[in-house]
């Protein structure tokens, strides 16, 4: 699957309006947690996570306002994010694993393989 990212929170907040109905996936791959959420919730998580991007661009002086953490499969129809944290930041040819994963339940094992 193909993602693309998100040049603000703003835009991340604007998305999470038009989340389809569903069941949804978070996991936070990092905690090895994971739960089930609804739309209401799935649009309340994206809200927490828009915030904690805004905290780290805020405390962390190094960091550019243009830093993209946030990441859609498809922003015409937003099914499923990947997020990552400030771990992933550096010189690399790849991404470390996301920290966060967002997705409707149907699409979860797609994500997961990449």
Known sequence: M???GL???ERLVELSKELPEGRWIFE???EGKKETLDREGAIQKLAQIANQIKDWKKS???L???TVFA???DPSNPR???FYDTSSLGCSTSLTPPRWILCLEELY???LKG
């Open 2 to 4: 193909r993602f693309y």
């Open 7 to 9: 040049m603000s929170e």
């Open 28 to 30: 936070d791959l990092k």
């Open 60 to 62: 962390l002086g190094y």
């Open 64 to 66: 550019s306002q243009g």
């Open 71 to 73: 990441f859609v499969h």
């Open 80 to 82: 499923a994010f990947k």
């Open 109 to 111: 094992l797609a994500i």
